[in-house]
């Protein structure tokens, strides 16, 4: 079945620095991506998505691009600040992203940024 | 737009007993989902509703689960005979549908099975 790999955490930076959390999926047909982010003592959030190959989703200086030929979803920051520590949720939907259904989430990854 | 909103934030009970959660979603809102986490995973897939219609169960909802959302709002989730593995947090998510996928979720229920 479908599923979803994160890289494991916990990931801990310096302020200033450059991130990279890694995501690989398994899915049959063509996934939409996501990345979610969980503050402390917060709801998850949607942190930004790409529907189809070579999609770059970016928010709040995130990005990641879906590449089909690595099944990858890779998420970078070029500068990370004490307020991105945040546990990041990589995800996948097997349906069309306008046919709703579920997401597969990976296990999350856990950042600590220091100041 | 309230955002999601889930109830009780934590509950506690002893095994054997009944639980219920209730979610309510955005307004306007057609589709509704349950997932469930436990600590250091993410979310995994129960269930999920498009108005009043339950379109898809995990099999990890056992005989044990039943969810409904019976005028295609709120949704409530009941847990029956609880065992402590059923420990964990229940997250509610809704979702426009249509050409709007996003799903936005709820702060979660907290269960703790004694």
């Known amino acids: 079945g479908d599923s979803v790999t994160q890289m494991e955490g916990p990931v801990t930076l310096s302020e200033e620095a450059f991130l990279t959390i890694n995501c690989t999926y398994t899915a049959t047909g063509y996934p939409s991506l996501f990345w979610y982010v969980q503050y402390p003592g917060e709801g998850l959030q949607l942190l930004l998505k790409?529907?189809?190959?070579?999609d770059k989703g970016s928010n709040k200086g995130f990005e990641a691009t879906y590449r089909k030929e690595t099944t990858s979803f890779h998420l970078e920051k070029g500068s990370v600040q004490v307020s991105d520590s945040a546990v990041y949720f990589c995800?996948?939907?097997?349906?069309?992203?306008?046919?709703?259904?579920?997401?597969?989430f990976g296990q999350g990854t856990e950042l600590s940024v220091k100041p | 737009d309230t955002g999601v909103s889930q109830n009780p934030r934590h509950k506690i009970t002893k095994r054997g007993q009944n639980v219920t959660f209730r979610c309510d979603p955005i307004?306007?809102?057609?589709?509704l989902y349950w997932y469930r986490q436990t600590l250091g995973q993410g979310p995994e897939f129960l269930t999920y509703?498009?108005?009043?219609?339950?379109?898809?169960k995990s099999r990890l909802l056992s005989d044990r689960f039943s969810a409904e959302r019976p005028k295609g709002s709120f949704s409530t989730l009941e847990i029956q005979r609880t065992e402590q593995g059923d420990s964990a947090m229940y997250l509610c998510?809704?979702?426009?549908?249509?050409?709007?996928?996003?799903?936005?979720f709820g702060p979660g229920t907290r269960l703790l099975v004694l």
């Open positions: 307004s306007e809102h057609n589709r």
């Open positions: 790409a529907t189809k190959a070579d």
């Open positions: 998510a809704s979702s426009l549908g249509a050409t709007q996928e996003t799903q936005y």
């Open positions: 995800a996948l939907s097997s349906l069309p992203y306008n046919q709703g259904g579920k997401l597969i």
């Open positions: 509703f498009q108005n009043e219609a339950q379109l898809e």
